[in-house]
């Protein structure tokens, strides 16, 4: 088993290959990469099947033992969304900006990919091969820090994806594993300065804050999504009602669903019992303030907790508020800068909305549901960046990119 | 004296206000800025006076002293710089990308404020307003934290600048100072999760890596420049000697100053005297390794720890390669990713370089003093960025924005 530095060593001597490479071979390596999934199949059904049963001894949430499971059809789609990638444009060798200074010298600004890039996600195994095939694509090198619970999935994954990089002429180091999965090589890997370029953590608020606290490469945050909508006076109530039925229930377990519904006072009485009356029969479980639980008997009480809170379930908070600039307030205070929702019918209020809050997507009468790479048109995504440097929103293969400046001279020197 | 956390709320407060600004207020704010430092003059040179009384009790270089002093004349540089920035663009509202998506949806991409920036530097009080202008022209608010030899210099700088602000109508808290310049305080600000939005350390290589190693915040690196000079074997032999001339003696204290020379073999003998005759009349010391000091007999022998050195001064280290691989490996393992650059006169060596070589900028025949946000046609800069992330090169207003999206739905939900 290599370790950490060694794994970080032979990633960087694999991305040196593989940021020179071409758009047709990076593209030769998916399509071997998911050729080799489908071939492998059994294996990695069997593979996954030991994860499994040690999922079930330990406990594990049918939920969760759910997400862990790989099939031939779940196998076939993993493949499907590797060649789907293909067809994405090549992030690199993009000319940013171009210019001829005065002096007679040339700059061209281009993207270049970012390098190593690691990754260190949860139970799901498709991760595995939705986050290498981003990488590659980009001319990225990747290392990849599975959960425990998928190891043995991840390590037959990985081990297809490696032989398919070589039969494609490409290092097979482009694609690593940290086998070790005590918490010792996450930080091992959350330290690698000098190898890892940039480190994405996929998951839970535990292990963002945990990458955050104790990183020192680059982290790009992701994940973490309390998301509202508001409901303004001039608002189309049928329309805030769908609005919110569909960002909270479509899939409540997603970042960017719906945790907290905000309602201006002077709609309320109309707006509250239409849009609670949908949540209800969704079998949504509404946690007010006292004015909210007045209109809707339904309502639970909310407790300070409440506020704030990224349920990732069928609850939502609920809230009357004042005027826009409290609600806008209150977003402040309790959001994670994801995605906000206004719904109004008022073009200004919308733009003041629009203007005042801080947030990866800021939405006007539209259901939060959609900040997603796909629903952007960015292709696949490898998470939704929650912070505001290098990459805010879906990280599509741009966002896996660098730049750098190419300067032709003709012997030009400083005066 | 506040606290952190609370210099920390206060600017967040402030940059909320300054995020929804009109270029007109902010150019209006760089202007009383410019107006007040003028006016403060004689106050600043006195809260000066104590600092460079103070550094002449404590030993400081005469050098130090130098860059630290203030006069008349240096304050008008200074004012006249807050000046320019007022000339370039806004940086804020750019729209970065549009689209309408098939379902209705209008998705823009637009620049926004980064939020709080915060900028630890060490003895030049002309950082101070410097930052403090880019961060007020693209919509941030900034902490500055400068070094104790220049605190009595930054109060007074930063007390006009915050008048000058009010005068303008804008939060005086846009800018705030750590008066504290305990080793505490600076740690306190690499840590201020949720008040920071990005930290830019502006100094040696001893403050890059304690930032490194210890922020919790995320940062953007600058500065450590070990830059090299590979000359090829089709090399215009006095284009050479012209280009590393200037970038090593025009000003070797700079990170963009070249540190190192790589001679190909097949040229050493013609170029190497012709580059050493030069150097040395401007005073430049050569450690070469054997190859070297046989061709030029007032070389030195390098030792171990030459290679890889920013020096800042004037000495340069210089090897003789076999091949264009040797010196992009050499590259690769005592480069800072700063600056790098061929000469040649072949153009399919060049473009190997170019895209061999992994670095913020990459010349072919110029010198790599030209990496700098004025001479790139940026506009000022806050430094020079040497990672992968967001920024790389010179920093200027647009790398001190982040963006956002904006969607415009008629109701749109996810199906």
């Known amino acids: 088993m290599k370790t950490i530095i060694e794994l970080g060593e032979s990633a960087k001597a694999a991305e040196r290959i593989l940021a020179t490479t071409t758009t047709q071979q990076r593209n030769d390596a998916l399509k071997a990469i998911a050729n080799v999934l489908v071939e492998d199949c059994d294996e990695i059904v ?49 000319v940013l900006s171009e210019k001829q200074l005065d002096n007679g010298l040339k700059i061209k600004k281009v993207s270049v990919p970012v390098g190593v890039i690691a990754v260190i996600f949860e139970a799901r195994p498709n991760v595995t091969a939705d986050s290498a095939a981003l990488c590659i694509k980009s001319g990225n090198a990747v290392i990849l820090r599975g959960g425990k619970e998928a190891i043995n999935s991840n390590k037959a994954i990985v081990a297809s994806m490696r032989r398919a990089l070589a039969e494609a002429s490409l290092p097979e180091d482009c694609i690593g594993l940290v086998e070790d999965t005590t918490r010792d090589s996450a930080r091992g890997l959350m330290c690698l300065n000098g190898y890892v370029d940039v480190l994405i953590p996929r998951g839970g608020k535990g292990l963002i804050e945990s990458v955050v606290k104790n990183a020192t490469v680059p982290v790009i945050e992701t994940g973490a999504g309390t998301c509202h909508t508001y409901v303004d006076k001039c608002a189309d109530t049928d329309m805030a009602a769908e609005i919110i039925l569909n960002a909270k229930a479509q899939r409540p377990s997603v970042c960017n669903a719906c945790e907290c519904m905000l309602i201006h006072k002077d709609i309320a009485d109309e707006a509250l019992p239409k849009i609670a009356e949908k949540l209800i029969a969704a079998n949504v479980e509404i946690r007010g303030d006292e004015k909210v639980c007045t209109l809707v008997k339904e309502a639970k009480k909310a407790c300070e907790d409440d506020w704030g809170k990224e349920y990732n379930d069928y609850i939502i908070a609920a809230r009357v508020v004042e005027d826009i600039d ?60 929650t912070q505001k440097l290098h990459a805010r929103g879906p990280i599509g293969l741009n966002e896996l990119t660098s730049m750098k400046y190419l300067i032709y001279g003709e012997g030009q020197i400083r005066g």
């Open 326 to 385: 409290e609600a806008i307030e209150y977003i402040y205070r309790h959001g994670t800068m994801h995605s906000e929702c206004i719904v109004t019918g008022n073009k200004t209020t919308a733009e003041y909305f629009l203007n005042n809050v801080d947030a990866a997507a800021v939405y006007v009468n539209a259901s939060t549901r959609f900040t997603d790479g796909g629903e952007f048109g960015l292709g696949a995504e490898i998470g939704i960046s």
């Open 46 to 94: 069997k593979a996954n099947s030991l994860d499994l049963k040690y999922g079930r001894e330990n406990g594990l949430s049918e939920a969760l033992l759910d997400r862990l499971k790989l099939d031939e059809k779940r196998i076939h789609g993993i493949a499907k969304s590797v060649l789907d990638v293909i067809k994405l444009p090549d992030p690199l060798g993009r």
